[in-house]
């Protein structure tokens, strides 16, 4: 059974990091690159950031670029997104997601999980 599961969102203010993980299981990670994406209330859901199964490789949304770093750990199977001076437009439910083709924003990401809450307070 395929499994992502996102971990490590919460409330903080406005400047403050947080930093969010998603354990995988049951997909050859290697094979596969790893995307974050977030939804905010009212919004529809929107690319943040992708690392291919290298590390070789990755794309950020202009809106997060310079703030926000992701990561991947293959022996561990966990995607990290590193998330610095947080806005109050950053607040959204965020979600990884693996993509077997293709990476940023028009991979084909066949794998979700369920999604955490990042709320940053003004």
């Known amino acids: 059974e395929v499994q992502l599961v996102e971990s490590g969102g919460g409330l903080v203010q406005s400047g403050g990091s947080l930093r969010l993980s998603c354990a995988t299981s049951?997909?050859?990670?290697?094979?596969?690159?790893i995307g974050w994406f977030r939804q905010a209330p009212g919004k529809e859901r929107e690319f943040v950031a992708s690392i291919t199964w290298s590390a070789g490789i990755t794309y950020y949304a202009d809106s997060v670029k310079g703030r926000f770093t992701i990561s991947r750990d293959n022996a561990k199977r966990m995607g990290n997104l590193q998330m610095d001076s947080l806005k109050p437009e950053d607040t959204a439910v965020y979600y990884c997601?693996?993509?077997?083709?293709?990476?940023?924003?028009?991979?084909?990401?066949?794998?979700w999980g369920q999604g955490t809450q990042v709320t940053v307070s003004s």
């Open positions: 997601a693996a993509s077997d083709y293709g990476l940023g924003p028009r991979g084909r990401y066949n794998y």
């Open positions: 049951g997909f050859t990670f290697d094979d596969y690159t």
